[in-house]
């Protein structure tokens, strides 16, 4: 009986999971650039059940009992939430008319989870990644993310703008001043590897695979959009529909609890009853 405790609590906890999961889908759904976490679930390991018993030696004389092992079966023992790995697929492109919005549009990678980025700079001074091309210009005339990180060039240099005005070609060049500069894009061919950092950055995953400039690899096909802003790739009413059956499995497994809970009161009771 407590095997069923067991499973059912596990149950609930994964969904419990997968709904965090799915409500900040949900909560991104207008956020530009953001990429779906899809939540993978995992049962554990299978238990081999076996009766143990014992029998006596045929022919023999002896008293003696020989231990037995007769097999029953396998026992799932329950299921978690392995992890949440982002979907990298191309968001929709909606026009802002604002300068400084950019947006990827990818229009071939080599690899089927492979993704461009373009190149930031966090508070530490390292070199993170983002899809979220909602671009500003801060009081010193530099191009930085909505959160004040610098937005790189492709020799990992914050990019001066002196101003809102500027052009950027679709190959992601940038011209101020008659000067062009050309914008830190970077490939990654296993994208769910990275690892979110919130706010939109990604870093390196712990496999330490480097990624390597977009326009270094022929095979690699990507436009900027000035003017565009990458829509989230979040499909709301598929999130709905899945947190609600994500929620259904909970209160099954949160019954199925409830029941284990009463049969076990039920026979604390009537044994505290013998004599």
């Known amino acids: 009986m407590l095997r069923g405790f067991y499973t059912a609590a596990s149950g609930m906890l994964a969904n419990q999971r997968m709904q965090e999961t799915l409500s900040n889908n949900m909560s991104n759904v207008n956020t530009p650039g953001y990429k779906a976490d899809q939540g993978t679930m995992r049962a554990f390991p299978e238990l081999l059940i076996e009766q143990m018993g014992s029998r006596k030696l045929p022919g023999s004389a002896s008293n003696r009992n020989i231990p037995v092992q007769h097999p029953v079966g396998s026992l799932n023992t329950g299921v978690y939430m392995q992890e949440a790995v982002p979907a990298f697929t191309q968001g929709d492109l909606r026009e802002t008319g604002v300068g400084t919005d950019l947006a990827l549009l990818q229009r071939n990678v080599p690899d089927e989870s492979g993704s461009v980025f373009f190149d930031v700079q966090n508070e530490a001074g390292e ?44 190959e992601g060049i940038i011209t101020v001043d008659g000067q062009d500069i050309p914008l830190g894009l970077s490939y990654s061919p296993a994208a769910e590897d990275m690892v979110k950092e919130g706010e939109g950055l990604y870093r390196l995953g712990e496999d330490g695979t480097q990624l390597i400039d977009a326009r270094g690899d022929n095979t690699v096909e990507v436009d900027v959009k000035q003017n565009f802003l990458e829509s989230s790739n979040v499909n709301s009413a598929r999130t709905m529909t899945e947190m609600m059956n994500t929620y259904r499995s909970f209160e099954m497994n949160q019954r199925v609890l409830k029941a284990y809970d009463q049969s076990m009161q039920k026979t604390v009771t009537e044994i505290a009853r013998l004599r």
């Open 127 to 170: 070199t993170r990644y983002t899809r979220n091309g909602n671009f500003t210009v801060d009081g010193e005339g530099f191009l930085t993310t909505n959160q004040g990180n610098y937005v790189l060039d492709q020799l990992g240099n914050p990019i001066e703008t002196n101003g809102m005005e500027f052009d950027v070609s679709e």
